[in-house]
């Protein structure tokens, strides 16, 4: 089982220095169960009132600005520093497993010899541990510095794999999941080892299935009359200029489409339009981790350039927010 360490002293002292009375609390799904224990912590050792933010919150793009404004400090738990806020302070977490078994066992799996190093936030701090081991088995490690969406070389979200792109050869993901080092494929077009260390497994990414699925809902999409380009009114996750664009593409080829500005992006909340077709500009893991749920074919900005035959398949890339551009 996962633990994460909190910096509660860097807290504190925050909450002196700023001599803040009220601040606010926001965390991620995952660990919100610790949210009125961490509250509790707050109070009793900073001597100010707590209001943690209900809200749903997926990533740093998705910052509560309305308790933000209600308080003299909004702490972001879980993340690392994404945009620009005047009282918001990101507290970021670090888990405490051990990624070395999971990367020993990825080794055999790499065929050359720059390998570029990709991870989480939660186990950056782990990624000069790993460079040393890769160089002492006759690896070269590379690591990227990524754009200003990322706050730490090596750092991968699941919006922007900018530390990737790098001169190396092959890459290893230490971390969980499937979507980032599907991700780094897909953005790359080169191998991708994947070590887990909560499975303590290690495979080759092979991105054929996912983007078969793509192909079968960019199929699906051909026949829509009118579609839906969806916005998302978050912060960091915003790309309504993008919107813009593909709307005045659509208008050129005589396609009906129509933006739609949404806080959070459900199948329920998009369920009552009368639409064939989503294109999606807000978080692109939306698209990809929801697509079976939505009642309709959810395309990425691309895959829709392919509908409307402004570009070609072969020329297929993974949906990014990158610096500047939300
Ligand atoms: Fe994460 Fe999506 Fe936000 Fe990017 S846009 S930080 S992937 S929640």
Redesign the pocket.
Known sequence: MDQFDFDMERIFKIIKDKKCKKVGLQFPEGLKRQAIDIARRIEAGAGVSVIISGNPC?????IDTILAGEVDMLFHFGHSK?GKYDNVVFIETRSNIDVMPAVKIALPLLKTKNIGLVTTVQHIHKLDDISKFLRINGKEPVIGKGDLRVSYPGQV????FTAARIDCEEYLYVGSGFFHPLGVAIATGKRVIAADPYMNQAQEVSPEKFLRRRSGYIAKAMDAKVFGIIVSTKS??NRMKLAQRLLDIANKHGISAQIIMIDLVTPEQLLGFKVDAYVNTA???ITIDDSERFHVPVLTPAEFEIVIGERKWETLEMDE?LEGNE
């Open positions: 997926f990533g740093a793009c998705d994404m979200v699941g919006c922007n960091g996750q978080c692109p893991r927010i």
